[in-house]
């Protein structure tokens, strides 16, 4: 549950089927999670069944591994927007909950703030090859640990209607800002508290903090190390290493799963 757009919506229509439901928030405890003060205004708002957890540097380190796996990616990006969700799904298991909400789908449906500066011809282009590439690491993780996710926005008729719609409805303005997911924020700015439906979109690892580990693992290898590993990899298996956590994730990769095939 980071409080954005996306999961707000969710968490404040399931409330009204179930109260009780409960909700997750994951923050990396060695970053500066930036959801935080809208989890709190949320969870009071909605009197949500909520907990906060706070991961370190040992989970990312037992579950790093289970999410290359998983995923079959080692993309330094894709592994630190993806690691609290796992460790979220591990949670929620030993609990007996085998089913998880999420807001999956919302952004490429309505588009990135990076998107913004976009002709509606050139975003037209950028949605429509996003649509044709969609997919999302929270399924193969859930379906990893023998659970399954329930993402609302990959509903068929939900999709069919925001593909459909004019693009500005899906980015427009607000008090002079250019917001995206325009037309949802309207329809729920009068139920939901303004400062909160309003609020900048956060990427994930920021969200949770886990932006932090782009330099985190640094001190786990020396340079030289890296370099000479860096150049095996490049003349071995023509893979360009780019810094010391991708390195990591490419080792667990390639032990696992051999030679891209790219």
Request: glycine share 6%; charged share 30%; hydrophobic share 40%.
């Amino acid at each position: 549950f980071s409080a954005g757009t996306d999961t707000q919506i969710i968490a404040y229509e399931a409330v009204k089927y179930k109260p009780e439901i409960p909700c997750l928030t994951l923050a990396f405890k060695h970053g500066q999670p930036k959801d935080t003060q809208y989890v709190k205004a949320m969870v009071e708002f909605l009197h949500l069944k909520h907990e906060t957890y706070e991961f370190g540097k040992e989970e990312v380190m037992k579950f790093y591994p289970k999410v290359v796996e998983a995923l079959k990616k080692f993309d330094p990006m894709e592994i630190r927007n993806s690691l609290p969700v796992y460790i979220g799904l591990t949670l929620f298991k030993p609990k007996g909950i085998q089913s998880v909400f999420t807001g999956d789908a919302l952004d490429e449906l309505f588009g990135y703030p990076w998107q913004f500066h976009l002709t509606e011809e050139q975003f037209a282009v950028k949605q429509q090859k996003m649509w044709a590439e969609m997919g999302f690491s929270s399924i193969p993780m859930a379906k990893s640990l023998g659970m399954t996710i329930k993402a609302p926005y990959m509903d068929s008729e939900f999709m069919a209607w925001a593909k459909a719609l004019p693009i500005k409805y899906k980015i427009n303005m607000m008090n002079g800002v250019k917001y995206g997911k325009w037309i949802l924020r309207k329809a729920y700015e009068d139920v939901i508290p303004k400062d909160i439906i309003w609020r900048p979109k956060a990427p994930l690892e920021a969200g949770t903090g886990t932006e932090t580990l782009r330099t985190y693992f640094n001190d786990m290898i020396t340079d030289q190390e890296f370099n000479d590993k860096k150049a095996t990899i490049k003349a071995e298996d023509q893979v360009e290493i780019q810094d010391k956590e991708q390195l990591l994730y490419y080792e667990v990769f390639r032990k696992k799963f051999g030679k891209t095939k790219d």
